[in-house]
């Protein structure tokens, strides 16, 4: 069995609770919250602690914080030559304290405390400061039964703004055209077949190759009916720059 | 039966051809196309033409053409005082001709030809000159199987907009997400469950309210990394705008 100490009551560290604890190869040793009664509707299923002086020995201790947390509670543990984790997409490894050993899981998914979600289907992206404890993330990986990529700390700024474009873009594009559908007194619900659709065929096609519609026609009259039926002066902005972009692709050097 | 000619040999032509052919409902009387060769294929399975004179009598004729060249093929037409048709999103109905009776049979989706779909799964926007063609046009949605939606000209222009917004801007963000990834040699794929995931959401929370990420946190940190990260200025000026907007909900007034 894997020992693990939780650390954080967030929807990252409350996924990561429900997941090893619905698997008989971890056992959670501890989590640790520091306002205890975030978790306190867990007492009956595993020790919780508010006090980081008293965590004891585990295989992974995963700091599920805040990032701008994860250094100076890695700071605070009051042991050393442990592995110690976090599951920040944005920091690199060597914010954690260079006390304990350092390592880097981060489940690449967006989190919501309302919906469930299959864990098994997530890439975890792991890093780790030696050889040894690459294994033990490789495994807890393989018990959680998800796929896992080695990424190191300069990549994972890589890959979480390209989660960014992916994720919280994308979701603003479905915000816009709910605005416009809602003050046309469309059903946005007509939209989802094509919203499903838009992320299917990237499983089958280079979303360069999948990309339709008039910017990539050059169909500027729509293109024109278009802007002037958008009325917000941003809205515009982001219409012709998108428009511009998909027309003339920039290359980023990276 | 309902009888119908198509016109046209595009992506929607070929895929209502599909449909059509597949159900005992439809009576294809015939697929008309400018350039015969392109659907000489299928010959044996329906009569084809080239010569708009020699159109046979239908219930509905479908002109599933380019944008700009309904209404010349809809002056083309020998008959009178039957029902045509446009498969358009951005097109008002008064593009066809007035010597037929006008309707619009919108499939709501992202066609390609390497492609198959389930057309079931499409809605329909569906709107007509006159209340017996209308009874038409649910008929046939109805024989599909596909729900259907009474749009006007005018609402349709925003759904098409609006669809703009989730099928070919989303479908960019994908494309500058792979760049970023292809440059540093991470495989795309490790984001596709985030994108598939992303969807999800909106099929049960309000995007406004799924929005997540550093913009909406107000996360400056992480955001001046990324824009550090990204090299080409129009991507700088795409992430400040859209993080801008996430922020500041810009307000439609249509």
Redesign the interface.
């Known amino acids: 069995m894997i020992k693990v100490v939780i650390l954080g009551s967030g929807n990252v560290g409350t996924h990561l609770f429900k997941a090893f604890k619905n698997n008989s190869k971890f056992e959670i040793k501890q989590w640790y919250s520091r306002n205890l009664k975030d978790i306190s509707q867990y007492s009956d299923f595993v020790k919780i602690t508010d006090q980081l002086d008293q965590l004891e020995f585990a295989d992974m201790y995963v700091l599920a914080v805040n ?2 947390s994860i250094h100076d509670l890695s700071t605070q543990l009051s042991f050393t030559n442990r592995f110690v984790c976090h599951t920040s997409g ?1 920091k690199p490894i060597d914010v954690i304290d260079l006390k304990n050993r350092s390592g880097v899981f981060y489940p ?3 989190f ?1 405390k ?2 469930e ?1 299959d864990f098994s ?3 975890i ?1 792991i890093e780790s400061s030696n050889d040894e404890d690459m294994i033990t993330l490789k495994n807890v990986s393989k018990a959680l039964g998800c796929s896992y ?1 080695e ?1 190191d700390s ?2 994972r ?25 809602d ?5 946005f619900n ?10 299917n ?8 190759v ?7 026609r050059g ?1 500027n ?2 293109i024109n ?2 802007l002037l ?4 002066k ?2 515009k ?3 012709e ?2 428009t ?3 027309n ?7």
């Open positions: 990032d701008d944005s690449l998914q967006t919501s309302e919906s979600i289907k997530i890439p992206c990529h990424i300069n990549q700024e890589k890959l979480h703004l390209a989660a960014v474009f992916v994720n919280n873009f994308t979701n603003h594009m479905y915000t816009i055209a709910k605005e416009i559908t003050k046309s007194k469309i059903d007509i939209l989802k077949p094509l919203i499903s659709e838009t992320v065929k990237i499983y089958k096609l280079d979303p360069k999948a990309q339709t519609g008039p910017a990539i169909d009259k729509t009916k278009h039926v958008l009325k917000s941003k809205h902005e982001l219409y720059l998108i511009y972009l998909i003339n692709l920039e290359h980023e050097e990276l």
